[in-house]
Each structure stands twice: as C-alpha cells, then as structure tokens.
C-alpha cells in the first residue's frame, strides 16, 4: 500500500527545524537546504513544500502568527483583567525570551523584505492592523473597559483611540530597541518600561496598580 503522508505533522517538523535555525544563524542562514539538514530530510523532500528562500520565509511568518494568536488567546481566556491583562498581552510583541527572540528576528526581516517582495507585500498591513489591534485591545484592559466586540474598529471616543495609537508606536519602538540592544535592555528592563507606560500613560489616573508580568 502507498504510504499515508501526515502533511500537518510534516509541517510541524519542518517549523520546528527552522525556528532552530534562525535561532543559530538568522533568518538568512536559513536557507532550504539548512532547513533540510535540520530537519534530517532531502533538499527534494522539503523543496515538495518550499521552493524558494522566500517562501520558506512567508511560512516562517505564518507559523510566528499562529503561535503569537495561540498565546494571546490563552491570555484572554485566563480571565485576568487590567494592566495584568495588558502588560501580557504586549509582552508577546517582545523578544523577552529565546522564542520570542527568534519571532522578532523573523517578523522584521519579513517587514524588510516586503518593501520588495510582491509575496510578503500584504504583511506591511497586516502587521500594522494586528499590532494596532492588540493595543487597543490593551487599552481597554489597562482602562478596565469591557472587552472589545471587534478591536480593528478605532476607539471611542477619539482620545481613546489617540491612547491606543501612542501605545503602538510605543510598543514598536521598545520591541525594535531591545531586539537591536539586548545587553542594554535585558528581559526585566523591558518588562519595567512596558509596565511604567501602562500605568502612566495608558491607565486612568489614580488607577496605579502592579501590573504584573507574564511568568505568573
């Protein structure tokens, strides 16, 4: 009989392959032939399901967005509220730990080459809507709003919105930062700055709670 080829466990091998090699030599060492040697498959085994750099890139990208949304969910369902709430959500944005170093490594390289790369085109917008999302879906947690029916839509009233947006360019410079200087800005610096904009800058005033981290 033919043999039964598991496509979705193949999948998975071959994302585990290459977050290891990203980790080790960047997403530009991770190349198909690299993910194939990790991966302890033939260049024409992987080549079946990626034949290029580029597209092996855009699964790269994929794979980071289900396991970020995975994470997240968790979070929303965990039933905690506030800053609690809002500082884990945006600690997943963060290179805080050896994963989510190596997401940060493929989401800007991703960003990078979409600028010329018809394939990764849309992920300019796509990572600019999710990541406009999540702070709003941030915002109102740091607010202790009731949770948001659809977090694409922009907040009312509009100074709300204005928060959100402050937040974004906040958080996306403190990602940039501590992904190009780690030995500036070690996991709990980072984890203090985020937790210090939230509750001056985000939360109402007199709301000045601890807003925790996302190892409790």
Not at 24 to 40: C, L, Q, S
Not at 60 to 82: C, K, N, P, W
Not at 128 to 143: E, I, K, V
Request: aromatic share 6%.
């Amino acid at each position: 009989m033919p043999k039964v080829v598991n496509h979705e466990q193949r999948r998975q091998q071959i994302a585990e392959a290459l977050w290891r090699v990203v980790e080790r030599a960047g997403i530009e060492g991770a190349t198909v032939r690299a993910v194939a040697d990790e991966a302890g498959w033939s260049m024409g085994a992987l080549r079946y399901y990626f034949d290029s750099h580029q597209r092996l890139l855009r699964f790269a990208v994929d794979v980071l967005v289900e396991r970020v949304l995975a994470r997240l969910q968790r979070h929303i369902d965990s039933g905690v509220t506030g800053l609690v709430l809002a500082q884990r959500l945006l600690e997943e944005l963060l290179p805080l730990d050896a994963d989510r170093g190596v997401e940060v490594t493929v989401w800007l390289a991703a960003l990078e080459r979409s600028r010329t790369e018809p394939d990764l085109a849309r992920l300019r917008r796509e990572s600019w809507d999710g990541t406009r999302a999540l702070c709003r879906l941030a915002t109102a947690a740091a607010q202790e709003l009731p949770r948001l029916a659809d977090p694409h839509t922009p907040l009312r009233p509009s100074s709300r919105e204005d928060t959100a947006a402050h937040l974004h360019v906040f958080v996306d410079g403190l990602t940039l930062h501590a992904s190009r200087y780690p030995e500036q800005n070690p996991p709990e610096a980072v984890r203090a700055a985020l937790a210090h904009y939230l509750a001056t800058a985000v939360a109402p005033r007199g709301q000045a709670g601890d807003s925790g981290s996302s190892t409790a």
